[in-house]
């Protein structure tokens, strides 16, 4: 951003571009909201000296001189601050304009149309009136300008101050319907989406898109803006983001971070002193850098890491940062498809013009297509002459479970072909991964268990972090907190997870207990895995513990904490009991992890270690104890519970929205939402559906025969689930299930009258040898 300051001559100047992630350089500053008259200062009538020629020079004048009575030596102003004839500044602008006003140590709004003295026929100040029927609230910007600051003063026409946010705020509230928590500061994410997007409904702007763009900040995203693409498809593409960001938010970086305790430095810093590192960073012919490890060593830390150390240099020069990170429990993030349709994104997100090499229809419904379809949009966009440096990353490559060999052929195919493109990738210690990536990062192959001395220096640091939290948190004494980092560090074997885990187990023990207790935690993530397995056969509520780990470990999704509720048939009253089923999950023996409302698993190896997929008998037998009848029979029992929920639960008309064919956009989600419960189960049943039939001894014919549990759904309900596909915006989803529901009742339809030949024939040889 640019800002302006006192040339010392009673006039102002424009500073340099200062970048917004290197805070200690950005001086504090005021802001200014005003509404747009004729006669602006704009950039370049300051760029030419013109500016004190126009009207809008008092603007200027006022927001410089109210900064200097405050102690602020700069401002800024959106008319002159801005170069708008630079596509590339001007996005960068509206995508950053609530962190400015936010960051702003005062906002000053300007009301070209309030006047403070007039007076009403008794002679009584009528500027309230005024300041509630003025243009300012009417504008679709200023919405913004009136939520991210926290200071923010209001002024007349004459300069005479009138108040303040909090002074007037029920005068703001009344005239926006904007909620008082709001305006207050409450995080913005307390608010739906719905009621956030009411905010703009009755605000105009000049462009009709404009009235999308001004929501950016509402809803923390970061947008292309495309002006000429209208507020519909402003709209839909805002919806998207907002959609992907807060329902699907498992490859959003701060999200991960938070998830792993949040990204501690001197737990990564080393990575930037490692050769490997310095070679890939430096030299231009090596173009991938993988790091590999062993689970729980601090792999996604180092990615983390790496971005915010060159996200700040790379965009600053012009260049790019994509990022993508897979998760194997969560379908929507654990393919190759939706690795590209991540990196595509952020590359368009941060550099428009590779938008051009978008077809119309980017994201086409069949995956064997749409990785068609994407891997050449991907290529073109990297071998575009006008892309500058660019940076990939990938971490988890290990967990994206579907199409990751043609991943990894792309990946050593743009590595050879673009030479302004560098890769970076993790993964664990796979042979198959190592044989397509072997040759491309002989040179820059940065091996976790290679570099031990410095995992364990890092390990340490993470174990004296945790530490001094657990000591805050419990009172430990000195000769505690002192014993526990001694011990943890003694056998942590450089792994950051074995240690989170060992202190999220202290967080629920008595600290006059805490060093006793912690001798029973085995060194080792398998061995630990098994303890906690051990614990949790010892509850009353182990059957109950046992069955959501079950339900958890084989959905496609991460689940909502009332989906998981449903799904393990719990009665209505225990699954309306936040604090009741927060407490189950707690149960689950550090397993699973709550963020928000959404349940999740601690690590992709906690979820192998239950599937039976670590070698050793540990393993083998958490497995047993989790599926006892096998895997089919649990997809079993999620599909007989969804196909329960959906039937209690769907109905015509399900929001209330009257009309048919009601646009998708203009959807508001009530609330209580009547699907919560279902959402998961309206998408994915039939797939459960299809895994059982593989389970052991699992028989389909209960639910595929005629008048059975799934024909009297269908007959009941089928318009309604599609109905709710809909609102979920899960058509695509519903048809592929319909087709599926197709093959699995031909299948057992075929099966059904082979057994019933083989019957035939069986009692005709009865018969024949009782005749013999």
């Given at each position: 951003m640019r800002l302006l300051e006192h040339d010392g001559t009673g006039g102002f100047r424009l500073t340099k571009l200062l970048p917004n992630d290197a805070i200690p350089e950005i001086p504090p500053y005021a802001i200014l909201s005003h509404t747009w008259g004729d006669a602006e200062v704009l950039f370049k009538d300051l760029e030419d000296s013109t500016a004190k020629s126009k009207a809008g020079y008092a603007k200027i004048q006022f927001c410089g001189d109210r900064a200097r009575e405050d102690g602020l030596q700069f401002f800024w102003i959106d008319t002159c601050c801005i170069d708008k004839s630079d596509h590339v500044e001007l996005e960068h602008a509206l995508n950053s304009m609530f962190q400015w006003y936010r960051d702003a140590a005062k906002c000053y709004v300007y009301l070209a149309d309030v006047l403070a003295h007039k007076q009403d026929a008794d002679g009584n100040l009528k500027w309230r009136i005024g300041f509630q029927n003025c243009r300012w609230f009417t504008r679709g910007w200023t919405l913004q300008e009136l939520i991210a600051p926290a200071s923010v003063e209001f002024f007349s026409r004459e300069d005479e101050r009138l108040g303040d946010k909090k002074s007037l705020e029920k005068e703001i509230h009344d005239t926006t319907g904007?909620?008082?928590?709001?305006?207050?500061?409450?995080?913005?994410?307390?608010?739906?989406?719905?009621?956030?997007?009411?905010?703009?409904?009755?605000?105009?702007?000049?462009?009709?898109?404009?009235?999308?763009?001004?929501?950016?900040?509402?809803?923390?995203?970061?947008?292309?803006?495309?002006?000429?693409?209208?507020?519909?498809?402003?709209?839909?593409?805002?919806?998207?983001?907002?959609?992907?960001?807060?329902?699907?938010?498992?490859?959003?970086?701060?999200?991960?971070?938070?998830?792993?305790?949040?990204?501690?430095?001197?737990?990564?810093?080393?990575?930037?002193?490692?050769?490997?590192?310095?070679?890939?960073?430096?030299?231009?012919?090596?173009?991938?850098?993988?790091?590999?490890?062993?689970?729980?060593?601090?792999?996604?830390?180092?990615?983390?890491?790496?971005?915010?150390?060159?996200?700040?240099?790379?965009?600053?020069?012009?260049?790019?940062?994509?990022?993508?990170?897979c998760q194997a429990t969560d379908s929507h993030i654990n393919n190759a498809t939706a690795v590209l349709r991540g990196l595509i994104h952020l590359l368009a997100r941060r550099q428009p013009r590779l938008l051009s090499h978008l077809p119309e229809n980017t994201y086409p419904s069949d995956e064997a297509m749409a990785w068609i379809v994407l891997s050449k949009v991907l290529q073109e966009m990297l071998e575009d002459p006008n892309l500058k440096a660019t940076y990939l990353v990938i971490d988890a490559l290990d967990e994206c479970v579907t199409d990751l060999p043609q991943l990894l052929k792309l990946v050593a195919q743009t590595s050879l072909i673009s030479p302004h493109v560098k890769w970076v990738v993790s993964s664990r210690n796979l042979p198959h991964i190592e044989e397509q990536l072997v040759a491309l990062a002989q040179h820059s192959r940065l091996s976790l268990e290679l570099n031990a001395e410095s995992v364990t220096s890092a390990v340490n640091a993470y174990v004296r972090h945790r530490v001094l939290y657990l000591s805050h948190m419990k009172q430990y004494d000195s000769k505690t907190e002192t014993a526990i980092q001694d011990h943890l560090s003694s056998i942590a074997n450089g792994t950051f997870l074995w240690v989170a885990l060992v202190c999220r187990n202290l967080e629920m023990i008595e600290s006059w207990n805490a060093q006793a207790a912690l001798k029973s935690f085995p060194p080792g993530l398998d061995s630990l895995y098994g303890q906690m397995l051990r614990h949790i056969d010892k509850l009353k509520d182990a059957n109950l513990c046992k069955h959501i780990l079950a339900i958890a470990t084989i959905t496609y999704r991460p689940l909502a904490l009332k989906e998981l509720a449903s799904l393990a048939n719990l009665l209505k009253s225990i699954s309306d009991n936040p604090a009741f089923l927060k407490g189950i999950i707690q149960l689950c023996g550090s397993f699973l992890a709550l963020q928000g409302t959404t349940v999740y698993f601690v690590h992709q190896s906690a979820k192998d270690f239950l599937l039976g997929m670590v070698p050793g008998e540990a393993s083998e037998r958490a497995f047993n104890q989790i599926f006892p009848s096998g895997v089919g029979y649990v997809h079993r029992d999620i599909c007989s519970a969804s196909l329960g929920l959906m039937s209690a639960v769907l109905v015509r008309d399900i929001y209330g929205l009257s009309t048919p064919g009601f646009p998708i956009e203009q959807v508001r989600t009530p609330d209580p939402d009547p699907l919560a419960t279902t959402r998961y189960s309206c998408v994915y049943w039939v797939n459960h559906l299809s895994e059982s039939a593989s389970g052991t001894s699992t028989n389909l014919d209960d639910f595929l025969r005629d008048n059975g549990i799934i024909h009297t759904f269908l007959k009941t309900n089928f318009l309604y689930w599609l109905e709710a596909l809909s609102l979920l915006e899960a058509i695509s989803e519903g048809i592929t299930a319909i087709r599926q529901l197709g093959s699995l009742l031909r299948r057992t339809n075929q099966e059904r009258r082979i057994n019933n030949r083989l019957a035939k024939n069986n009692s005709k040889s009865n018969r024949d040898i009782g005749a013999y």
């Open positions: 904007i909620p008082l928590r709001a305006l207050q500061g409450n995080p913005l994410s307390d608010f739906g989406v719905d009621q956030r997007m009411a905010w703009i409904e009755k605000r105009e702007t000049r462009y009709e898109e404009d009235k999308v763009y001004a929501l950016f900040g509402i809803f923390d995203v970061h947008i292309p803006v495309i002006y000429g693409e209208g507020k519909q498809k402003a709209s839909r593409r805002l919806r998207g983001k907002i959609h992907e960001d807060y329902l699907y938010p498992c490859h959003d970086k701060e999200r991960i971070e938070l998830a792993k305790g949040g990204l501690l430095a001197n737990a990564y810093r080393w990575v930037f002193d490692n050769p490997d590192f310095i070679r890939w960073y430096h030299l231009p012919k090596s173009r991938l850098l993988w790091i590999k490890g062993d689970p729980g060593k601090g792999k996604t830390m180092l990615p983390c890491g790496i971005i915010n150390k060159l996200e700040g240099p790379i965009t600053a020069d012009g260049g790019n940062l994509a990022y993508f990170f």
